[in-house]
Nanobody
Framework: QLQLVESGGGLVQPGGSLRLSCAAS????????IGWFRQAPGKEREGVSC????????NSADSVKGRFTISSDNAKGTVYLQMNSLMPEDTAVYCC??????????????????WGQGTQVTVSS
């Protein structure tokens, strides 16, 4: 019954912006850390950003710091990833995932138990 559904992906030009959403159902975000991950063809899965169950602590990969911002609205059961100044190297399938609270804010996918289906982000001229 625990489900995560991503939305908001699409095609944008370099320098553009997208906001991804991760909608949770079957559980409350109050007890989970939520992370965003991405994987491009031929590349390993990469942790992008994560947020604590309270929303007060975040962690992001160096490759996206200053450009991407993670936020949450626990009442709505939704976590967002605001993606600005997008570059072609950001092109990937983006997935959100949930881990039980207590792990902190890791970017290691092995910590996460539940995964969404992914949404494609393509940055191209």
């Amino acid at each position: 019954q625990l489900q995560l559904v991503e939305s908001g992906g699409g095609l944008v030009q370099p320098g553009g912006s997208l906001r991804l959403s991760c909608a949770a159902s079957g559980f409350t975000l109050d007890y989970y850390t939520i992370g965003w991950f991405r994987q491009a063809p031929g590349k390993e899965r990469e942790g992008v950003s994560c947020i604590s169950s309270s929303g007060g602590i975040t962690n992001s990969a160096d490759s996206v710091k200053g450009r991407f911002t993670i936020s949450s609205d626990n009442a709505k059961g939704t976590v967002y990833l605001q993606m600005n100044s997008l570059m072609p190297e950001d092109t990937a399938v983006y997935c959100c995932a949930a881990a039980r609270a207590g792990w902190g804010t890791p970017l290691d996918p092995l910590v996460y138990d539940y995964w969404g289906q992914g949404t494609q982000v393509t940055v191209s001229s």
